[in-house]
Antibody
Framework: QVHLVESGGGVVQPGRSLRLSCAAYGFTFRSYGMHWVRQAPGKGLEWMAVISYDGSNTYYAGSVKGRFTISRDNSKDTLYLLMNSLRAEDTAVYHC??????????????WGQGTLVTVS | QSVLTQPPSASGTPGQRVTISCSGSSSNIGSNYLYWYQQFPGTAPKLLIYRNNQRPSGVPDRFSGSKSGTSASLAISGLRSEDEADYYC???????????FGTGTKVTVL
């Protein structure tokens, strides 16, 4: 049974950094692309970034490109999001999500419950 | 930001059919698969429709998706109280090299 568990959220001051983690269970993590999607309080979903199964390909939303870095450790079945130069508008619940393909082709079939990041 | 446009709300009585539209452009819906997600307050989104019109196992056949050109729609037939949730469409955008979501539609069962 696929299970994704995010951690690392919290309250952080503007301009500081934070690293989120997403632990994966119940599937062969190294075979699938993985995404980060965020949702600001009371707002809609916003895609952040994707990384291919082997980490060789990454794409970012324009709003975070150059500030956020997605990475993965397939030996630990864990996905990461390093967030630098945080702004108040980055305040959101951050979800990791699994792609049914090895890259980014097939959307998001499983989601974690998310971790809240508050920039204040 | 949201690049795909959805109506902010939709409603119906139990048993009715409700349709939600999702409008995009040639760089997203017009050239890539469309996905639909259902989200209840305080919970993670759930995949409802993939590849325009395919249902994952476990999703009732009351939910159906379609796509034509740069628009898509989600239909909920035989509306039930447990369908009351937020619904989002999503697609890869070739120009942005990233996924774009719809603005979201809140479905209310009257």
């Amino acid at each position: 049974q696929v299970h994704l568990v995010e951690s690392g959220g919290g309250v952080v001051q503007p301009g500081r950094s934070l690293r989120l983690s997403c632990a994966a269970y119940g599937f062969t993590f190294r075979s699938y692309g993985m995404h980060w999607v965020r949702q600001a309080p009371g707002k809609g979903l916003e895609w952040m970034a994707v990384i291919s199964y082997d980490g060789s390909n990454t794409y970012y939303a324009g709003s975070v490109k150059g500030r956020f870095t997605i990475s993965r450790d397939n030996s630990k079945d864990t996905l990461y999001l390093l967030m630098n130069s945080l702004r108040a508008e980055d305040t959101a619940v951050y979800h990791c999500a699994k792609d049914p393909s090895g890259y980014y082709y097939e959307g998001f079939d499983y989601w974690g419950q998310g971790t809240l990041v508050t920039v204040s | 930001q949201s690049v795909l446009t959805q109506p902010p709300s939709a409603s119906g009585t139990p048993g009715q059919r409700v349709t939600i539209s999702c409008s995009g452009s040639s760089s997203n819906i017009g050239s890539n698969y469309l996905y639909w997600y259902q989200q209840f307050p305080g919970t993670a989104p759930k995949l409802l429709i993939y590849r325009n019109n395919q249902r994952p196992s476990g999703v009732p056949d009351r939910f159906s998706g379609s796509k034509s050109g740069t628009s898509a729609s989600l239909a909920i037939s035989g509306l039930r109280s447990e369908d009351e949730a937020d619904y989002y469409c999503a697609a890869w955008d070739d120009s942005l090299s990233g996924y774009v979501f719809g603005t979201g539609t809140k479905v209310t069962v009257l």
